[in-house]
């Protein structure tokens, strides 16, 4: 991924921010055509990673579109997992399941809450059993930053003097699985034939 901020400087990136249940967003800036942000169970192939119950180890992925016409770079998500994904548009709005494999726009402060699917508990809400990534698109070129969301304010040069830079990218600690060791079971030999 590109340094943060690029995305002033490159009409067909797009930079935005994933933050998982609430914690620290984690940044990322791609351009139509890199590879998505894969976002699953299994650490060493998710740039997201996610130990939740039901999350499939390759659950999800964001992807950056090229715009059409005069519209500027998009992001869509992509489900690819057994358990599903929803969107919420907005952090009150209605919780709809993605279609598996199909593209899906995700506007600026919308909601991607994995799994969908869970096991109802008497005691606890699906809500709850779920993980929230709130996605916010903090910069793009060719267009102006979404007007319906609560996060699009204009800027002047005076205040964008006088905000701080974004924080550099670090890496997310992920826990390392343990794993129990595994015993190789025997291999019988090949029967020996007589050479002619």
Known sequence: AAPAGAAANDPTALEFSVSVGGGTPKVFTKRPGEPPVRIGRDPK???????????SAHHLELEV???????????????????????R???????????????????????????????????????????????????????AADATTEEAEPTSPDKAAATPAPAAKEPVPTPTPQLAPVQAAPVPAPPSTPAP
Not at 68 to 81: Q, T
Not at 93 to 116: D, H, I, N, T, Y
Not at 117 to 140: C, E, F, Q, W, Y
Request: glycine share 12%; charged share 25%.
């Open 45 to 55: 192939r998710s740039d997201i990673f996610l130990s939740l119950s039901g999350v």
């Open 65 to 87: 579109l090229p715009g059409v016409g005069a519209e500027a770079a998009r992001l869509v998500a992509v489900d690819k997992s057994i358990n599903g994904t929803g969107l």
């Open 89 to 143: 548009l907005t952090s009150n709005g209605q919780l709809r399941r993605l279609e598996k494999g199909m593209q899906e726009s995700v506007p600026s402060g919308a909601e991607v809450l994995v799994p969908f699917k869970v096991k109802s508990a008497a005691d606890k809400p699906p809500d709850s059993l779920r993980v929230a990534l709130k996605v916010t698109i903090t910069g793009r070129k060719g267009a």
